[in-house]
């Protein structure tokens, strides 16, 4: 089954930076389908980014500051967080939607425990 981990949150203030890095593993064949997400205190898990086949896709709160990447081939999916505001402050969460495999596409979704970003005015 696959294993989801995140790192690289922290506390930084407002125009700050920061990196995170989500990791999969656990079948070696697979290529995971992976995706950003965040929750803030009393709000619902929302959307950040991912990077699909052809370009990096992001919410509107993020664009133009954060800069999603992954090498062809790889688990891993780096999230550039850049000028970031109070309002970025959340648990970032890294989600596998499935697996790509021998020309095929394994629905089989899994969270990582999420990382703390916290922005201070």
């Known amino acids: 089954r696959v294993e989801v981990v995140e790192s690289g949150g922290g506390s930084v203030q407002a125009g700050g930076s920061l990196t995170l890095t989500c990791t999969a593993s656990g079948n070696p064949s697979c290529k995971y389908d992976l995706k950003w997400y965040r929750q803030a205190p009393g709000k619902e898990r929302e959307f950040v980014s991912f990077v699909d086949p052809i370009r990096p896709r992001y919410a509107d709160s993020v664009k133009g500051r954060f800069t999603a990447s992954r090498d062809a081939g790889s688990n891993t999916l780096l999230l550039e967080m850049n000028s970031l505001k109070p309002e970025d402050t959340a648990i970032y969460y890294c989600?596998?939607?499935?697996?790509?495999?021998?020309?095929?596409?394994?629905?089989?979704?899994?969270w990582g425990q999420g990382t703390q970003v916290t922005v201070s005015a």
């Open positions: 989600k596998s939607d499935g697996c790509y495999r021998d020309g095929a596409y394994y629905p089989d979704e899994e």
